[in-house]
């Protein structure tokens, strides 16, 4: 058991420990939401099930994810953020091996499940971590590496699944997190650092009714991406409606409400979630968008679309930890509306590419919208953690996780509705709304020089 934390942050070779400690655990969080998508084909052959059976493969570790991390964030106010990090780790890969070993559709949906409670886990609270592990001069160097990791592992997540399942069966996808997730549990267990804990006790009811809010909304949105039928979709966005209209009225007389609406009242704070989630929802349109324009649109194969979708988590791997750094001298308010202003340039060469467009220029273009989304994303993480008090460390940490997963969930049902209004040209009016998500969160950021 380690000491708290001084106001200092960890000595340095703690700090080096711990975060690799992070870098194993979050990369292994963020690959997993996205890895299983390019495995599904395998998953639902070898399972003998049907493919839209199997999207609950996919769904149901998200479903988890999102509706755990604004509860798992609130208790590790409570319990202490090391607690919370450690038993996800420990619960994810558990379950991973528990994936590993699933022999029919509904046990790997069970563990599947377990597994996105253990994400849940380590999501919801290593930004918090990371501002006791760094000294608050360095914060967003810190949040840089964060930043770093989420993103490429969540873009790398396809080319990784695809390069796993050239040499072995998809058992090999969950089973290769088992190693992973005891070395990250070792050096957790003995680098990681005590935090303050809050005098107050764990709402249970409003973990309740966040969860049923937020699995709802993320559901509601699947449904209409999927083309349900109106009934199928009201129906879960009345229960959405329903259950967060209770979750409000019950956090508004809290002191930390769960739900962090005390944290909104910051005009910071609520300008910066709402940059985060305007330029998730950007990545999702592109991210879903871009394989279909490639091998679609453009006649590339497979192989080719993973190379041409490399560079953009390359830009984004070198300038996030460059951006960090310069997050700690100068405002991310500018820092933020820059990098999101090249994005949206990026996104709308990218709309406007020509069929006969060369690799290089592809390359050229995804190198652009890498370097604005990475040069943006690590300002608006530190914006967001120094907007709240040390207390609420938690709320805010699980906070930047949620408006990651729903912007994204909304990004991909953007791209299903526009394939059902322009059929073929989907691709190019999916951009075209990710440039115009990504402008309007460069007006946000900027605003944010108006806020005190």
Known sequence: MTDPVPQDGLPAQARRLAVTTIILAVGMASLDTSIANTALPSIARDLNTGAAASIWIVNAYQLAVVAALLPLGALGEIVGFRRVYVAG???????????????SLPTLTAA??????????????????????????????????????V?????????????????????????????????????????????PRADRRFDGVGALLNAVTFAALVLSIGEASHRATLYETG????VMLVAGTLLVRRQLGQVAPMLPLDLYRRPLFALSSATSMLSFTAQGLSFVSLPFLFQV????????????????P?????????????????????????????????????????ADASQLGIALRMLVCGAGFGFFQSPNLRALMSAAPPHRS??????????????????????????GLVGDHGPVLSLTLAAGFATAASVISFSRLLTR
């Open 89 to 103: 780790l420990v619960v994810f890969t558990l379950a991973s091996a528990l994936c590993a070993l699933s022999w």
């Open 112 to 149: 599947r499940i377990l597994q996105g409670l253990g994400a849940a886990g380590i999501m919801s609270v290593n930004t918090a971590l990371i501002r006791f592990i760094y000294p608050a001069r360095q914060l967003g160097r810190g949040v840089g590496l964060n930043a770093l990791v």
């Open 151 to 195: 993103a490429t592992a969540t873009a790398l997540g396809p080319t990784v699944a695809a390069l796993m399942l050239s040499l072995a069966a998809w058992p090999l996808l969950f089973a290769i997190n088992v190693p992973i997730g005891l070395a990250a549990f070792a050096l957790a267990v003995r680098v990681l650092p005590e935090t």
């Open 235 to 238: 129906a879960t966005v009345a």
């Open 297 to 312: 649109g453009m006649g590339r194969s497979a192989v080719e679309t993973g190379l041409l979708l490399t560079p953009w």
């Open 314 to 354: 390359v830009a984004t791997g070198i300038m996030a930890p460059i951006a960090g750094p310069l997050s700690d001298r100068y405002p991310p308010a500018i820092l933020g509306g820059i990098g999101l202003a090249i994005l949206a340039v990026g996104l709308t060469l990218m709309a406007t590419l020509p």
């Open 394 to 419: 938690g709320g805010a940490s699980g906070t930047i996780a949620t408006s990651r997963l729903v912007g994204q969930s909304v990004g991909a049902a953007l791209v299903a509705l526009c394939f």
